[in-house]
C-alpha cells in the first residue's frame, strides 16, 4: 500500500477563492480586511514567513501592513506599535513573528495584542475559549490540519489519536481540537518512554516536534493519516518534516508531505481568521 498524498498546495488555492470572494464582500461594504505584522530582527526564516503571508494577503484582498524592527529594538517600542495597531480600526488582525530576540518577553508581547485581533489565535484568553470549546481565533496550524481531515471527510470520532509534541503553537491546540471532533488523544513528547508503543496505536498520528525523519514507518500503524507538522533544513538544505516519508508512506493511507503539506494551510487559516474579524467588526 502506498498512501494517499494530502496536497495543502491543492486545497489552499480552494480555500483562498473562496476567502478572495468574502473579503471582496467586505471591502465593498467598506471594510476592507486588515492584517498588521511585526517583524523584529533579521532571522532569515522569519522574513521568509512574512513575505509569505504578506504575498498571501495580497491574493486574496486583504490589506496588509509589515513593520520591521532592528535585533536590539527595546520592548517598548514593539509593544507601544501594539498599542496603536489594537485601536486602528483598519487592522483586523495583528501577527508578532516568533521567535523574538532576547530582550523580549514573548508571553508579554503575545498578551499586549487584543484579543480580538489575534489571528494566531495565541492569546491567552483565546487559548481559554478555545479549551472551553467555544473558540474565537483557533491557532493557525492546528485549524489547518482540521480543515485538511474535513476535506478528506476523515471522521474523527472515536478514533485513536496520538499528538507528538506539547508546543503552545501546535500540540496543545491540536489536542484540544482533536478532542473537540471526539476523538480518543494521547499526547507524547521529549519525556515519554517508548514512543514507538503510542504512535504505532494511532488512526490519526500528529507529529510537531521540529526533529527531522523521527517518526519511522515501523512505527506508523497499518493504513493511519500522518499529518507532518514539522519543517527542517537538512544540511543538504533541503527541507524534511518530522516524518521519513519515504518508508511512512508505504504504511499510512494518507500522509502530507514536506513542503506542500499543512505549511500552506497555516498561512491560509491566517487569512481565514482575518476575514472572519473584519466579519465580526462589521457587525456580521
Not at 481531515?149 to 476523515?154: F, M, P, T, V
Not at 472515536?158 to 499528538?163: I, Q, R, S, Y
Not at 504512535?199 to 490519526?204: G, I, N, P
Request: aromatic content about 4%.
Amino acid at each position: 500500500m502506498t498512501a494517499k498524498i494530502l496536497d495543502g498546495n491543492a486545497l489552499s488555492a480552494k480555500l483562498r477563492e473562496s476567502l478572495r470572494h468574502r473579503a471582496a464582500e467586505l471591502t465593498a461594504q467598506g471594510c476592507q480586511p486588515g492584517l498588521a505584522v511585526i517583524l523584529v530582527g533579521e532571522n532569515p526564516a522569519s522574513q521568509v514567513y512574512v513575505r509569505n503571508k504578506i504575498k498571501a494577503c495580497e491574493t486574496v484582498g486583504v490589506h496588509s501592513e509589515k513593520y520591521e524592527f532592528p535585533a536590539d529594538t527595546p520592548p517598548e517600542k514593539v509593544l507601544k506599535k501594539i498599542a496603536a495597531l489594537n485601536a486602528d480600526p483598519k487592522i483586523h488582525g495583528i501577527l508578532v513573528q516568533l521567535p523574538l530576540p532576547p530582550q523580549f518577553d514573548e508571553d508579554e508581547v503575545l498578551e499586549a495584542i487584543s484579543a480580538e485581533k489575534d489571528v494566531d489565535g495565541f492569546h491567552a484568553e483565546n487559548v481559554g475559549l478555545l479549551a472551553q470549546g467555544n473558540p474565537r481565533f483557533i491557532s493557525c496550524t492546528p485549524y489547518g490540519v482540521m480543515e485538511m481531515l474535513s476535506a478528506e471527510g476523515i471522521s474523527l470520532r472515536g478514533k485513536e489519536a496520538v499528538v507528538v509534541g506539547r508546543s503552545n503553537i501546535v500540540g496543545k491546540p491540536m489536542t484540544l481540537l482533536l478532542i473537540a471532533a471526539s476523538a480518543t488523544v494521547t499526547v507524547c513528547h521529549s519525556q515519554t518512554r517508548d514512543l514507538a508503543f503510542h504512535t504505532r496505536r494511532a488512526d490519526v498520528l500528529v507529529a510537531a516536534v521540529g526533529k527531522p525523519k523521527m517518526i519511522t514507518g515501523d512505527m506508523v500503524k497499518p493504513g493511519a493519516v500522518v499529518i507532518d507538522v514539522g519543517i527542517n533544513r537538512l544540511p543538504d538544505g533541503k527541507l524534511c518534516g518530522d516524518v521519513d516519508f519515504e518508508s511512512a508512506k508505504e504504511v499510512a493511507s494518507l500522509i502530507t508531505p514536506v513542503p506542500g503539506g499543512v505549511g500552506p494551510m497555516t498561512i491560509t487559516m491566517l487569512l481565514a481568521n482575518t476575514i472572519e474579524s473584519a466579519d465580526r467588526a462589521a457587525g456580521k
